[in-house]
């Protein structure tokens, strides 16, 4: 097991030697009142997230822990090279499912797997995104087991969330640590909007005269990331709209104001492509704009993430990824995959079956840790139980081994301690190029020994540094 | 064959529509066996529609209806040419693989007892095709007023009545099932005698190493010069020929008038 702080030996890491120092000076009764603080601050700024079944109270503070994390300059540097080659290859692979599909006549991915899968849109066909540009906002979520062992776990391609959390830990460290903030030479993060909204005007469309209209799209208040819709709109300074306030006259997309209708170029939608246009998706939708896919393949708006982008991020898709870098970029992929078993295929379902309490087995359509088991943290009894699931519907699931994730310093009930840690470092893609906020969201798994870092399934989240030397 | 097409779909509103827009999928593709000789889709103000390409390999348009209408109306004016090939699909412009036409849809998910109208089909898949077509037909009679638009391959069969798009939904269904790529195909049909006022439709099956072949379940006929194709896609919602949706009017009344003619026989 590695630990960020302490290695592998148990003397503190370069990068974290400040943080080590720093965290024995601190009393645990400031670290508990700083603790406490920067809950009410969080609960004043309003920023809670849903948390779907379980029952009672839904709204909820994703807990934040005040240890922040930290990212050597050297180890980011790696990171952020590796992220970028993954995202071109995402976006390159995007362009080519919906274009010419040279990587199925190649014979690298299965043709089924592309043409079957929900996430395929085929609406999106032969649609050449402004830019090339398809996951504009990508997170790529990343555990790291050593010194040099980074691996990605999934890609989110569609509307990834926890960017305003990124911010907000930010800025709540700030408050709470001031100088100890300023003098550890930390990579500022505050441009992300400035820098998401520069990506999202450079991919308007060629019909766009002047500074692009951008505007962030939203299911509305009952969206478990309608704070971080409001947050983006804000500081983005653009305006937040529902499905409603969004018109299609003459093939285009048109913003309801007192004055009258004002043209949209760029939606940065935060609904999911069914609900988007009722003309196209799903008749009962009540939070899209029908008629947006018309205007969309028109070329008269840009939607960003793209429709169908999901294909991308797909579980069983996943795989072929390192295979993507290889055949769009002619490179070797620098962030690992996860080995992963389809338990669609039957030689690799058997071997799923005999190993369960070795394994993760995930939904492979499903997201926010929901339906998962962890084998070596479940009973047999658990285990019997999804071997039961696994069977009935080998293809929902896909698994792989259960990594020891890296922990960090955390500060818990009994004082600091280890707990295992993951990363979304936002990836953001405009028609000028890519570009890589410094560190991402630390999600935090707070139970001892657990690996589900999910803030659904009781995660927390850190602070992100990325030191400058 | 040289076929004229003037198909007119009316609406009227019991008040006055807020809001109205609609797709429509009027657009005649060019293939081997079917010339565009003159087309033109007009809207409730006149206007000429202009489609775009759907992603599917057919042209559509947006057609909205004024704020304060209490009227909109789809004019189809055009002539085509047609020839018979035999039910063969050549020359058309195909965006996606037949692979994607193994997809089930909500309409068009099988059940065991569709599954089962292919099970123990010998032969090629032209053959199997074929044979599921009068399969689908002995099983399912001709009747207006059985199902209506959104009835899902599943319950037609268990009705065993519908129209030609029930029919189109259960052969494709059916196909898939036994491996054989099928999609639904919207358009036109002439039979030489006074026309129901409805459109038509029927199904494609991909034959490996022949194409895309039509099949037309409701009348047990292979495609042919009197099928004009318009738009085609996993089932009739990917594939209608008019789909719209409205803020406001009220109680709606629909008036299709349709007239396929043939040129050469100069029949009205």
Known sequence: ?469 | MRLRIDHRTLYAYASPLERGLQIVRLFPKRHDGQEIVRWRVLGARGQELAPFDDGLGNEAALADAPPGARRASIHVDGEVETRDLGGFLNGAFEPLPPAYYMRSTDLTAPDPTIAALGADLRGDDGARAIALMHAVRDRMEFRVGATDATTPAVEALAAGAGVCQDHAHVLAAACRAAGIPARYVSGYLWTGVEQEPASHAWAEVFIENAGWFGLDPANRIIVGAAHVRMASGLDYAQAAPITGVRAGGGAESLTVTLGVHSAEHAQQ
Not at chain 1, 331 to 340: C, G, I, S
Not at chain 1, 399 to 426: I, K, Y
Not at chain 1, 457 to 463: I, M, P, R, S, V
């Open chain 1, 1 to 469: 097991m590695f630990d960020e702080m302490y290695g592998s030996d148990g003397a503190p890491r370069a990068p974290y030697a400040a943080i080590a120092k720093w965290l024995e000076q601190q009393p645990l009764e400031t670290l508990r009142a700083k603790s406490d603080e920067a809950e009410r601050l969080f609960r004043r700024i309003g920023i809670t997230f849903a948390v779907y079944s379980g029952g009672g109270d839904t709204e909820r503070l994703i807990p934040y822990d005040l240890v922040p994390r930290v990212i050597a300059k050297q180890e980011w540097g790696f990171i952020e090279r590796g992220l970028k080659q993954r995202t071109r290859a995402l976006n390159a692979f995007l362009a080519d499912i919906y274009g010419a599909r040279e990587i199925i006549r190649a014979g690298k991915i299965p043709e089924a797997l592309v043409m079957l899968n929900p996430a395929f849109e085929a609406s999106m066909q032969g649609l050449a995104a402004p830019g090339g540009v398809y996951t504009h906002v990508a997170g790529i979520d990343l555990v790291r087991t050593g010194p040099d062992d980074f691996f990605v776990l999934e890609d989110n391609c569609r509307t990834p969330s926890g960017v305003s959390y990124m911010l907000e830990n930010r800025a709540v460290m700030m408050r709470l640590f001031p100088e100890f903030f300023a003098r550890s030479g930390v990579e500022p993060i505050a441009r992300y909007p400035e820098m998401l909204l520069r990506a999202l005007q450079s991919v308007a469309p060629r019909a766009c005269e002047g500074e692009p209209t951008v505007v962030v799209l939203t299911p509305g208040q009952f969206n478990s990331a309608y704070y971080e819709h409001t947050f983006l709109a804000d500081e983005m300074g653009v305006e937040l709209v529902e499905g409603a306030d969004l018109v299609v006259e003459d093939g285009a997309v048109f913003k309801r104001t007192t004055q009258g209708l004002q043209r949209v170029d760029v939606i940065y939608r935060r609904i999911d492509d069914a609900f988007l246009d009722p003309l196209t998706f799903r008749r009962d939708s009540a939070l899209g704009v029908a008629g947006l896919m018309a205007a969309y393949r028109k070329g008269t708006v840009t939607i960003a993430n793209a429709v169908g982008a999901g294909i991308a991020d797909d579980k069983a898709v996943y795989i072929y990824v390192p295979e993507m870098i290889r055949f769009y970029l002619g490179e070797d992929p620098l962030l690992k995959n996860v080995p992963t078993w389809q338990c669609g295929r039957e030689d690799e379902c058997g071997y799923v079956l005999d190993h369960l309490e070795e394994l993760v087995v995930k939904e492979a359509r499903g997201s926010g840790g929901y339906g998962m088991l962890v084998g070596p943290q479940a009973s047999t009894k658990e285990r019997a139980a999804f071997a039961q699931k696994i069977r009935a519907t080998p293809d929902a699931y896909i698994a792989q081994p259960t990594l020891s994730l890296s922990t960090c310093p955390t500060f818990v009930d009994s004082g600091v301690a280890p707990r295992h840690v993951d990363l979304r470092p936002f990836v953001l893609v405009g028609s000028n190029g890519i570009e890589v906020t410094p560190g991402g969201l630390t999600r935090v798994a707070l139970k001892e020994g657990s690996l589900v870092v999910n803030s659904s399934q009781g995660g927390g989240t850190k602070d992100t540094w990325v030191l400058r030397g």
